[in-house]
């Protein structure tokens, strides 16, 4: 009997299959995280792209005959992201085809946000029109006056004037996509089924 369990103890067979068998669920795990944190990746690496070759269309002050510059540049961007989109093919799309949707510059909804501001003084990116804040709110009232920098007759937090804007112009690019996540891992990382990647972007226009 001692005989017996000590050959037993000496017989290796069937280690490697114990061990595989212990190792190897978690080994893959590992790798399909890898693998999707690398699709991620490229995800935010196509907005990046497509961002930057909108902005440098959107400076040349080009424009298309059927669209507008926003709808230009909207198109190249997705381009970038989600070709098949466009084109109809099975290209990779790295936007979430059910995940959130922003609306676009003609009302519909679009899995890509993309909001252009431009300022005519550098100085005024980001900050609001100067405003008689009597009451120290932070917001307009009825009697409170108020430069209409941008000149669109309201009183704006933003001084920037929506879309690309003209010659020599200061614009700003701010882009955004939800991507689907689907290892369980990556979920409880990024806190959900979609991770948002954003981007943005500060170009001048050329000045003619």
Do not use: K
Not at 67 to 93: F, K, M, W, Y
Not at 116 to 138: Q, V
């Amino acid at each position: 009997m001692i005989r017996r369990c000590r050959r037993l103890w000496r017989d290796r067979r069937g280690v490697s299959a114990i061990e595989f068998a212990m190792i190897g669920p978690i080994a893959m795990l590992l790798v399909a995280v890898v693998i999707e944190a690398g699709f991620l990746w490229g995800g935010a690496t196509a907005l990046e792209a497509g961002g930057r070759a909108a902005a440098r269309y959107g400076l040349a002050g080009a424009g298309a005959v059927d669209q507008t510059r926003t709808e230009v540049i909207r198109r190249i961007v997705t381009e970038h992201v989600c070709p098949h989109a466009l084109d109809g093919t099975n290209s990779t799309c790295f936007w979430a085809a059910d995940g959130p949707r922003f609306e676009d510059e003609n009302g519909d909804l679009t899995p890509l946000f993309l909001d252009l501001r431009a300022y005519s003084d550098p100085r005024n990116l980001g900050r609001p029109e100067p405003l008689s804040d009597r009451d120290a709110d932070g917001e307009r009232d009825a009697d409170e006056d108020f430069d209409d920098l941008n000149g669109n007759g309201v009183w704006d937090a933003d001084t920037g004037v929506t879309g690309p804007g003209g010659p020599a112009d200061l614009v700003v690019y701010d882009l955004a996509i939800h991507q689907t996540v689907v290892n369980p891992l990556l979920r409880a990382a990024v806190g959900g089924d979609t991770l948002r990647h954003e981007t943005r972007i500060v170009i001048r226009n050329e000045p003619f």
